[in-house]
């Protein structure tokens, strides 16, 4: 049986090499739209994601309060085993932070503005650029 690995030193070579040439790709998505913002750094270390949650209904906007939910992490690799039970990384949204320079995240705010503006923080402190 396979040992998993640790850190990225620990990967087999291959799998470090195929992680370096697959992170540009997986960092690069960039979304802003009415129900979700999504950034990462530009080294691709850092991940900003918030998301529109609907309370009490699956139908979305119809007359239900909402808030958004906000989440500021570190890129991570992952594991898995595929169906052969073989051992896989890939990239993830990993380890979360409540803070970072001075700046404190909330767990969830109640407008895009909100949202936008502990962004904005962000960038003035250096962590995301334009």
Not at 17 to 30: D, G
Not at 51 to 78: C, L, M
Not at 112 to 128: A, P, T, Y
Request: net charge positive; glycine share 8%.
């Amino acid at each position: 049986m396979a040992t998993i690995a640790k850190t990225f030193s620990e990967l087999p070579i291959e799998w470090q090499n195929e992680l370096r040439q697959s992170k540009p790709a997986y960092v690069s998505e960039r979304i802003n739209s009415i129900r979700e913002v999504l950034v990462y750094n530009e080294t691709g270390t850092r991940y900003f994601h918030a998301w529109r949650e609907y309370k009490g209904s699956r139908y979305g906007d119809y007359g239900n309060p909402s808030h958004w939910r906000i989440r500021y992490g570190a890129v991570q690799f992952t594991w898995n085993r595929n169906p052969l039970g073989e051992i896989e990384y890939e990239w993830c949204r990993g380890r979360e932070y409540g803070s970072v320079k001075g700046v404190t995240i909330p767990p969830h705010v109640d407008s895009k503005k909100d949202v936008m503006r502990v962004l904005n923080q962000l960038i003035e402190v250096g962590i995301f650029n334009n």
